[in-house]
Every structure is written in C-alpha cells, then in structure tokens.
C-alpha cells in the first residue's frame, strides 16, 4: 500500500478540487458496474455513493432501484451543481448518515488521504446488515499520486477492511470494454 502524502489537508482539498473542475463532464463509472453492485442487494432502499463527481452512479442506481433513496457525497464545490449530491469530505462522519444504508459503495477510494478513516465512517454508515461495495482500478492503473493518494492491492484492501470491522465476502473484476482495463468490485459486510 502507498499513500501520496500532501503538505497539509488544503493541499489536498486544493488537488481534488482542481482535478474535478478539470474533469466535470467525465465520467469513470459503467452501469454494468452498478447493476453488478445492486445485485448483492436488489432489495436496497438507501443507497450512499462517495466521491460521486457529476453524478452518474446516482443515475444508475435510480434506473435499477427506482423507489431508493439515492445521495452522493462530493468534496468539491461543484457538488451543488449535482442533484441529490452533497458537498462533503467522505471521511468526515455525519451523523444524519451514520447507520443508514442499505448500499454504501464508492469507486473514489483511491482519492483517501487516509483510508482507514474513510473505511471506518463508511461500515459505519451501514444498516445492520448492508453492504460496502468498493470499485478499484487494478495493477498499473492505481498508482498512488497527487489526485489519488491512496494505492492499494486486494490483499491490502481485505486487510485494512478487517482491521476496521468489516469482513470481505466477494470479489468481482469488471472488464472495461474499449480500454482493456480491469477494475475489481469489493464487496464487504459489518463483522
Ligand atoms: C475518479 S472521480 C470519480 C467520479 C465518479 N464517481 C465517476 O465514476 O465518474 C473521483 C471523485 O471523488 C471526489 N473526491 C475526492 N476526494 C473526495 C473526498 N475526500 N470526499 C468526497 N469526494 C471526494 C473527486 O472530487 C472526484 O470528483
């Protein structure tokens, strides 16, 4: 694991904020990616994306999960721009999230400063019995650097998330189509 280390946390918000000012319109995530995602709960009725830039994993789990009830958190200011999305830094904990959703998923892990906070505020953000879902980029195209601080393999992952009270149930990798690339779908429950 590696992990970019900033001068202090406004060079960090700085670097985020700029890299989704530049990249607004684009969007990283599939919906074969969050159809996957809703099939390991088809019956969620909260649903808490993190990092969620313009959006679009919202929109997703709203075409498959219609009565859900669907907010993404964004650090940057551009976050108002977006519906149901708010400003918010994922790793802070908000007491009007804590134990309240179905579905927890993210595909902006990679951008913790500190991925043992996230993690943590995340399981705890959980119901009783939901389910944290955490898409990577694997092998060469996760490297730890400015805008995504955090590099982080599958073995790794399954140990900090068992350090912090989750314990790690199913791996998927997705094939991006065009690209050839790999990202691997983690799925997660309170211990
Ligand atoms: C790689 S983009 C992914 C955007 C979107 N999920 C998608 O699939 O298109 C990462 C997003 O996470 C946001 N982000 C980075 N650090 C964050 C944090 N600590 N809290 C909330 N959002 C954050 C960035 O501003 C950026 O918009």
Known sequence: MKLH????YDEYV???????????????VRENA?????????FASSILCHGTRNGRELEYFKKFLPH??????????T???????????????????VGKFDIVYSNSFDHA?????????WKDQLTTDGVLVIELMTGVENISR???PLEINYEEFKE????????????????????????SIMVALKK
């Open 68 to 77: 859900a009830e669907v907010v993404g958190t964004e650090i940057s200011h």
């Open 14 to 28: 700085k670097e985020q904020t700029q890299a989704n000012v530049a990249k607004l319109k684009n969007v990283w």
């Open 160 to 183: 900090l998330a068992e350090k912090n009270g989750l314990r790690v149930v199913e791996k998927n990798i997705m094939h991006r189509q065009m690209s050839g690339a790999k990202n």
């Open 34 to 42: 969050i159809q996957k995602v809703v099939s390991y709960k088809p």
């Open 79 to 97: 976050a108002t721009q977006f519906k149901n999305t708010v400003q918010h830094d994922f790793h802070e904990v908000r007491e009007d999230f």
């Open 5 to 8: 280390k900033y001068e202090n």
């Open 146 to 148: 400015p805008v995504d």
């Open 113 to 121: 400063y500190d991925p043992s906070k996230a993690i943590l505020a």
